[in-house]
């Protein structure tokens, strides 16, 4: 297996890398949560108290990961905390260099974006929606909380109506989102647990994706994994390389900051770079 460390040899696995991606024949992009957080996506430190240094005052909480699990005593503090989220991260935020480089790598090949992602930040630097499969949701959508229906709706508005109106860690309860269909409370489309909506868009999305997969079986298709950890391996990396493994014309690319790895079956076939997401792709380009 071939892995960098920052500074050390890295122009050469760049460079092949680039021979890669040019003679693949598809590439189809895994992305995890270290690409945003290399664009600047991060949920702790001095973003997280920038937006929540009261929430964290009072809840003792230190990041927005486990604000968004928290037991707020009240919808209206449930919303008041995630609008902001919400908000910071995905409406009126920058793609992230990160992606905008990306995109620059791949615009003319034949492409498809599997993620795990869902602060919308590939369509904000120019991907192709109907490129894109968004398995674990979307932060610009909302659902029933039950639910009822198999069906999501867009946020933004209700979203920016909760920013500007909300005082002391609470939303006005006049603008608490109910369910159209059976007026329980909505809640946000995020693969957390068997509660999750898969509407239309989203199975759209998944056909999409099986027929690239199958349109490409077989010939030279560029795995590019990039900042997919341990969370959830079963959506990208462990289906990644059993693809690589079955077709001897398939390679594998991994950059990631600590896990930049791939099973000795497929390491001839496989370039790992161990190190920054943004930096890796500015040599790449």
């Given at each position: 297996?071939?892995?960098?460390?920052?500074?050390?040899?890295?122009?050469?696995?760049?460079?092949?890398?680039?021979?890669?991606l040019?003679?693949?024949?598809?590439?189809?992009v895994?992305?995890?949560?270290?690409?945003?957080?290399?664009?600047?996506?991060?949920?702790?430190?001095?973003?997280?108290?920038?937006?929540?240094?009261?929430?964290?005052k009072?809840f003792?909480?230190?990041?927005?990961?486990?604000?968004g699990?928290?037991?707020?005593?009240?919808?209206?503090?449930?919303?008041?905390?995630?609008?902001?989220?919400?908000?910071?991260?995905?409406?009126?935020?920058?793609?992230?260099?990160?992606?905008?480089?990306?995109?620059?790598?791949?615009?003319?090949?034949?492409?498809f974006?599997?993620?795990?992602?869902?602060?919308?930040?590939?369509?904000?630097?120019?991907?192709?929606?109907?490129?894109?499969?968004?398995?674990?949701?979307?932060?610009?959508?909302?659902?029933?909380?039950?639910?009822?229906?198999q069906?999501?709706?867009?946020?933004?508005?209700?979203?920016?109506a909760?920013?500007?109106?909300?005082?002391?860690?609470?939303?006005?309860?006049?603008?608490i989102?109910?369910?159209?269909?059976?007026?329980?409370?909505?809640?946000?489309?995020?693969?957390?647990?068997?509660?999750f909506?898969?509407?239309?868009?989203?199975?759209?999305a998944?056909a999409?994706?099986?027929?690239f997969?199958?349109?490409?079986?077989?010939?030279?298709?560029?795995?590019?994994?990039?900042?997919?950890?341990?969370?959830?391996?079963g959506?990208?990396?462990?289906?990644?390389?059993?693809?690589?493994?079955?077709?001897?014309k398939?390679?594998?690319?991994?950059?990631?900051?600590?896990?930049?790895?791939a099973?000795?079956?497929?390491?001839?076939?496989?370039?790992c770079?161990?190190?920054?997401?943004?930096?890796?792709?500015?040599?790449?380009?």
């Open positions: 297996m071939e892995t960098y460390l920052s500074g050390r040899n890295s122009g050469g696995h760049a460079e092949k890398l680039k021979d890669w040019a003679e693949a024949e598809a590439v189809i895994g992305a995890g949560a270290g690409l945003s957080t290399s664009a600047g996506f991060t949920y702790s430190g001095e973003r997280f108290t920038e937006n929540f240094a009261d929430f964290e009072r003792g909480f230190h990041d927005m990961y486990s604000g699990f928290y037991p707020f005593p009240s919808l209206e503090m449930f919303w008041a905390y995630w609008s902001r989220m919400i908000y910071v991260n995905r409406y009126d935020q920058p793609a992230g260099k990160p992606y905008e480089d990306l995109l620059r790598l791949v615009r003319d090949k034949n492409c974006v599997l993620t795990t992602n869902v602060d919308h930040r590939f369509q904000t630097a120019g991907f192709d929606k109907a490129r894109l499969f968004y398995t674990q949701g979307d932060y610009g959508l909302f659902q029933c909380s039950v639910p009822c229906h069906k999501t709706y867009d946020n933004e508005t209700a979203v920016r909760m920013l500007a109106e909300q005082k002391d860690m609470k939303i006005p309860s006049e603008l989102p109910l369910c159209p269909v059976c007026g329980k409370p909505m809640t946000t489309n995020l693969r957390a647990d068997n509660t909506v898969e509407d239309e868009g989203w199975h759209a998944s999409r994706y099986d027929a997969i199958g349109e490409n079986e077989g010939k030279k298709v560029l795995y590019f994994e990039l900042g997919v950890g341990m969370n959830t391996p959506i990208i990396k462990y289906p990644f390389w059993q693809r690589v493994y079955r077709n001897p398939a390679r594998y690319a991994c950059i990631n900051l600590e896990m930049a790895y099973p000795a079956e497929i390491e001839s076939r496989s370039v770079i161990a190190g920054d997401i943004g930096q890796a792709l500015e040599k790449l380009l």
